[in-house]
């Protein structure tokens, strides 16, 4: 079945450490994508990028990198710049004009 | 800049009536509007999309509508079940074809 995996699905980070959350797709989709959320708030975007080796920054990309070095994949690091971290973190997909996104089951990111 | 609003007070309905979501927005005029199901700790799941010059969307016991003059979308359940029980998320396309996110409203039907 085709998908998106995130892994971990908990992670938990010590101050001054920087992690990466992968996000793995197989539905051969252009578009993936970074969001953030909280309880309470709407998701919040972090980076996206549309095309292999290119990416750009969200609403709330400082403290966070990416790279798009295969279109299947697109992981997330959480630098030590990231003052307020823990949080629900998620992947999506989709085909560029198609309409929906895919998501993946998500990683929660707790500082320690 | 645009802002999307939906009821963050949790919805109860008795199983078997209709359940009716509500999404304002404001400062935008998007081309389209998305709906989502989410479970707890689980990423959302994509229902309905519905672009500015439709009225109306049906999806078996979903039925979206979308009024650009009054910037609301309603989302409805009908005959609903306990198993409709989650948090519906609408999504909104910006200026840079990107999605800006309500925060989600919380679905409770009692059996």
């Known amino acids: 079945d085709g998908g998106i995996t995130q892994s971990p699905k908990y992670l938990f980070r010590k101050e001054g450490q920087n992690v990466t959350l992968s996000c793995e797709q197989n539905l051969n989709h252009d578009a993936m994508y970074w969001y953030r959320q909280d309880p309470g708030q709407g998701l919040r975007l972090i980076y996206y990028?549309?095309?292999?080796?290119?990416?750009q920054k969200g609403d709330i990309a400082e403290g966070y990198s990416v790279s798009r070095e295969k279109k299947e994949s697109f992981p997330l690091t959480v630098t030590s710049a990231q003052k307020n971290p823990t949080a629900f973190y998620l992947c999506a997909s989709t085909e560029q004009g198609a309409g929906g996104y895919t998501f993946g089951s998500g990683t929660r990111l707790t500082v320690v | 800049s645009q802002k999307i609003e939906q009821n963050s007070e949790a919805l109860n309905i008795q199983e078997g009536k209709t359940a009716t979501l509500t999404c304002n927005y404001t400062?935008?005029?998007?081309?389209?509007l998305q709906w989502y199901r989410q479970d707890p700790g689980r990423g959302p799941v994509f229902l309905l999309l519905?672009?500015?010059n439709e009225k109306e969307k049906r999806k078996e016991r979903l039925k979206v509508t979308f009024d650009t003059t009054l910037k609301q979308s309603l989302f409805h359940i009908t005959a609903s079940q306990p198993a409709d029980s989650a948090t519906y998320l609408c999504?909104?396309?910006?200026?840079?074809?990107?999605?800006?996110w309500g925060a989600g409203t919380k679905l409770i039907i009692k059996p």
């Open positions: 990028s549309q095309i292999v080796n290119d990416f």
């Open positions: 999504a909104l396309d910006d200026s840079n074809y990107q999605l800006i």
């Open positions: 519905i672009r500015e």
């Open positions: 400062n935008y005029s998007p081309a389209y």
